[in-house]
């Protein structure tokens, strides 16, 4: 299983980002998505999730009502669209994949809000 994130950049406070996680997995649609993400000198903390059955999406209290989540199975890739960012949300973003008792996770991109 690989997973690739992409979309990380430096963006202004306020701006949008959408960050991919692009998945290799046969049977991508049993897959539970999350992502996490980690600020440096910080624990690595879950952002939100994805689930497989009716696609229900779960945030952490700081982020609700900024990012949203979505999944598109037909490209194997979920997606974390990020707006109205805030510096406290520099940190780099993980994509991870979980079925059963197995975790997967990707390399990371990192996300900057700075003006």
């Known amino acids: 299983v690989q997973l690739v994130e992409s979309g990380g950049d430096l963006v202004q406070p306020g701006g949008s980002l959408r960050l991919s996680c692009a998945a290799s997995?046969?049977?991508?649609?049993?897959?539970?998505i999350r992502w996490y993400r980690q600020a440096p000198g910080s624990e690595r903390e879950w952002v939100a999730s994805?689930?497989?059955?009716?696609?229900?999406?779960y945030f952490t209290d700081s982020v609700k009502g900024r990012f949203t989540i979505s999944r598109d199975n037909a490209k194997n890739t979920v997606y974390l669209q990020m707006n109205s960012l805030k510096p406290e949300d520099t940190a780099v973003y993980y994509c991870?994949?979980?079925?059963?008792?197995?975790?997967?996770w990707g390399q990371g991109t990192q996300v900057t809000v700075s003006s």
């Open positions: 991870n994949a979980q079925r059963l008792g197995n975790n997967y």
């Open positions: 994805v689930l497989t059955d009716d696609g229900s999406t």
């Open positions: 997995v046969f049977a991508f649609t049993m897959y539970t």
